[in-house]
Each structure stands twice: as structure tokens, then as C-alpha cells.
């Protein structure tokens, strides 16, 4: 383990925390429920923006089903008594210098939780980035907002590409393609999925189920096939077909949002840090991780990027730090999977507590579970509102 940053005497103890999303906050109410109270601890938060996003809610903002008010809530409002907020990206981190830097700033820590989530990974494909659309955050889901409808309306037969044929892209396809239909636009959607099949990680008869609701929708999905090339408008797939003049969607794979990492830690393929039975990251006990950036072992495999596992994390994150502080022992994480709904806008697949979902009622439950997650009264309202009128068939 990593040894101590030097303290001069008096110093305060400094836990930092790097994200406020959902594993950031989990953290935070534990957290600033023992440091509020304790002089000789401060606690440091960082984000890059000053309000925290309700990220499943973004194929509803990028098809413009709900405003961009919905899912944000401003960070301010949710901090914890003598909680600083540094409204700054974090572009590098050093575990065994004890710092994170903001450009030419440092910030030494004593305790460090790592809850940045993670962001689009492009796995090298570099052609005309700035005209392809991905759907990581709250600001480029607006993105798609502002440019799908003129896109629409200025094309005789639209084409949607998307790459990548996991939940996030099955999402957006189904979305985009009901806004078309609502603006009496016809629109050829094409999946484009490197494996053999969708939906990948869930298990095969869900895949199939989801293939046929996607072939019912007229969508051409294409397996074990990529996009090799784009050249700003024009996309190729490796099948060597070529579709012409497309709005382009990436949604093939995330990575760690906070790349620039120095130290002996050990991280998957995707930049997800692994931690163990008390989320310490590998080799460094007084850094931890929850949330999209921490690689969770559940049995053989690792918990799937899910709002319940962060949340979870977060919260054991944090009681955990609360417990180094106090120089009391660790608790172990333990996960409860209580399902998943995918929303297919205007149906839904999923699983909650071992019993099936489809359709309106998965839908109205995903804006439901929205609405008990997010941190802002009028959003709670809002969702509350969306979920029973997709229930009733109404949204
Ligand atoms: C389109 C889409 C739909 C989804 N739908 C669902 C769903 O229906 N159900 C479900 O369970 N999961 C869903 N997920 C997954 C879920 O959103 C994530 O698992 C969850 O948001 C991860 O929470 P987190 O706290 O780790 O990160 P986040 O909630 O992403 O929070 C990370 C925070 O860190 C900040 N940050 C990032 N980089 C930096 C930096 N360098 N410096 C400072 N701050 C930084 C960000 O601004 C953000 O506030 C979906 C994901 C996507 C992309």
C-alpha cells in the first residue's frame, strides 16, 4: 500500500471527491454526515459541471420527450454542511503522490474516492469525430436534440447509424425513431454491433427478444460487422456496404472518464479500476472507486454499469472512508440486483425482482425508478407524471 502524504501539524485530513454523479452523492451523504461535524476533516468535490445529470433520462432529452430541466439537478443545492465544491475537470490523478490536478492546480488528499463515471469510448476510430453524436452527457444529448430535427427536415429518405448495438444504442435508436414518425418522417435505422449479437451482456433470449421488436420497427441490424470508415457523412461498414449522407450515432463502448491516472493499480480493459471486497482500488488503501469507474467483482463477473450499483458503491464508499477516519473496520460491499428495464420508447423490456417487464408498464416503471433517484422536487414531479401516464398508455 501506498504510504501517507507528509501532514504539517494541525492540518486538516482532506477527502476528495472526484464526481458528483450518482456514486458521488451516494458518498457524500455519509460522508458529510461525519466531517460536518468533525473541524479537523474537510471534504473537497469536483465536477465538471455544476449540476448532476439523471443519465438514463438522456434519449428523452436527445428525442425532445422532456426537457433539459428534467434531469439536471445544480450540485449547490445538494452538498452537505462545510462540503467545498470546486466546479473544475480533474485531468490527472496521481495515487502515490496523493494529488489530483485541475490543469496547473494540485490538490493533495488524504482520501480520495473516485466517482468520475465514464464516457464514450471511440476504441481508436478517429475520422470526423466532430460530426459523429454520442450520448455520455446531458450536453451532448442536446446536441442530438438540436441537430436531429434539421436533419430530418432536410432529407428525402434519413438514415440512422448507430454503432453499437448495446442498451444505450437500442435506446437512442428507438427514441429518434419515434420522434421521426411523430413528424411524419419515414427513417431507415441501421444497428451496427461488433459481436454476434445485441444486447451482448444480457442473457441470449432477451437478445433475441429485443431483435425481433427491433426487426418488427423495420430496423436493419447488423452483427459481427463495424464502421470502418467516415468521411463527415458517408459511413462504411466493414460488410463493405455503404450508407450515404447519415446521421451518425456512436454508442459502441465506454472507458474511465478520468484517463490521465498514474500508479500500481490494475484496471480492466475499459479503465474500470479494480477494487476489492471494500471498493479499495488495488494496492492503494486510502483510494476508492464506485460506480461506472470501479470494476466490482460479482461472483465470476463484474456488476454490469448500472445507477443501483453506483448508488450502492457510492454509499459503501463512503461509510467506509467515515470508518478509515475513524480507524474502525471495513465493511465488506454487497450488491443487490434487483433488475433492469431497457426503455424502447414507446415499449420497454426488463427484469425487476426475477419477474419480466415489456412494454408501457417497464416504461412507466423506468421513469417511476427516474423519479425515486433524482435529488430535485419539480424532476420527481416530472417523472412521477411520465411514468403513470405511460402506464395508462397516455405518454
Ligand atoms: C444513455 C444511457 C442510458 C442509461 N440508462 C440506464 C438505465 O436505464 N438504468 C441504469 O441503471 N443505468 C443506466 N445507464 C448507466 C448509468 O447511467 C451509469 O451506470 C451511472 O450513471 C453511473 O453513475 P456514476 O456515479 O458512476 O457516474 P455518473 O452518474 O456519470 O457521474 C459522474 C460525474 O463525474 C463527473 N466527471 C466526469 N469526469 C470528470 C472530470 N474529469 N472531472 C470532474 N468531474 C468529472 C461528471 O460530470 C458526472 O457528474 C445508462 C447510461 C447511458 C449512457
Given amino acids: 500500500m501506498a504510504s501517507r502524504r507528509p501532514r504539517k501539524a494541525g492540518e486538516m485530513k482532506r477527502i476528495i471527491i472526484a464526481g458528483v454523479g450518482f456514486a458521488g452523492i451516494s458518498a457524500l451523504k455519509h460522508l458529510g454526515e461525519f466531517t460536518g461535524t468533525s473541524p479537523e476533516f474537510e471534504v473537497m468535490v469536483f465536477d465538471k459541471n455544476d449540476y448532476t445529470t439523471m443519465i438514463p433520462s438522456l434519449p428523452d432529452v436527445a428525442a425532445k420527450r422532456v426537457g433539459q430541466n428534467l434531469p439536471r439537478a445544480d450540485i449547490g443545492g ?43 469510448n471511440f476504441f481508436g476510430f478517429n475520422q470526423h469525430l466532430s460530426s459523429i453524436f454520442v450520448l455520455d452527457s446531458l450536453t451532448e444529448a442536446l446536441k442530438i436534440k438540436e441537430a436531429f430535427g434539421g436533419y430530418l427536415s432536410n432529407r428525402e429518405s434519413p438514415t440512422l447509424i448507430i454503432s453499437g448495438a448495446g442498451f444505450a444504442g437500442i435506446e437512442i435508436a428507438c427514441f429518434l425513431n419515434e420522434y421521426a414518425k411523430a413528424n411524419s418522417k419515414t427513417i431507415k435505422v441501421i444497428l451496427v454491433e461488433k459481436t454476434a449479437r445485441v444486447l451482448g451482456n444480457l442473457p441470449a433470449a432477451v437478445g433475441g427478444y429485443v431483435k425481433s421488436l427491433t426487426s418488427d420497427l423495420g430496423f ?48 480492466l480493459p475499459d479503465g474500470r479500476m479494480r477494487v476489492n471486497e471494500f471498493l479499495q482500488v488495488s494496492g492503494y488503501e486510502n483510494v476508492f472507486a ?15 454499469k448500472a445507477v443501483a450499483f453506483s448508488v450502492s458503491s457510492g454509499a459503501t464508499a463512503g461509510k467506509n472512508i467515515v470508518r478509515s477516519l ?18 424502447m420508447y414507446p415499449s420497454s423490456i426488463g427484469k425487476l425482482l426475477g419477474v419480466p417487464v415489456r412494454g408501457r408498464l417497464g416504461l412507466g416503471l423506468h421513469y417511476l425508478t427516474c423519479g425515486y433517484r433524482t435529488h430535485d422536487l419539480e424532476s420527481l414531479r416530472g417523472y412521477l407524471a411520465l411514468g403513470l401516464r405511460n402506464m395508462i398508455g397516455a405518454g
Avoid: H, M
Avoid at 460488410?239 to 500508479?263: H, L, M, P, Q, Y
Avoid at 464506485?290 to 461472483?299: E, M, T, W
Avoid at 475513524?326 to 426503455?343: A, C, M, Q, S
Fill in 290 to 304: 464506485a460506480g461506472d469507474c470501479a470494476a466490482i467483482k460479482s461472483g465470476d463477473a463484474y456488476l454490469r
Fill in 220 to 267: 436493419d441490424v447488423v452483427v459481427n460487422s463495424s464502421v470502418i470508415s467516415f468521411n463527415g457523412t458517408d459511413v462504411t461498414l466493414e460488410t463493405g456496404e455503404v450508407f450515404e449522407d447519415v446521421f451518425f450515432v456512436w454508442t459502441s463502448g465506454t472507458k474511465r472518464a478520468i484517463e490521465d491516472i498514474s500508479g500500481g493499480f490494475i484496471s
Fill in 78 to 120: 445538494l452538498l452537505p454542511r462545510r462540503v467545498l465544491f470546486k466546479n473544475e475537470e480533474i485531468t490527472k490523478i496521481d495515487f502515490d503522490a496523493q494529488s489530483i490536478s485541475v490543469g496547473s492546480n494540485d490538490y493533495g488528499y488524504d482520501y480520495l474516492l473516485l466517482s468520475a463515471g465514464s464516457i464514450t
Fill in 326 to 343: 475513524n480507524n474502525t473496520p471495513l465493511k465488506r460491499f454487497r450488491p443487490v440486483d434487483l433488475g433492469w428495464v431497457i426503455p
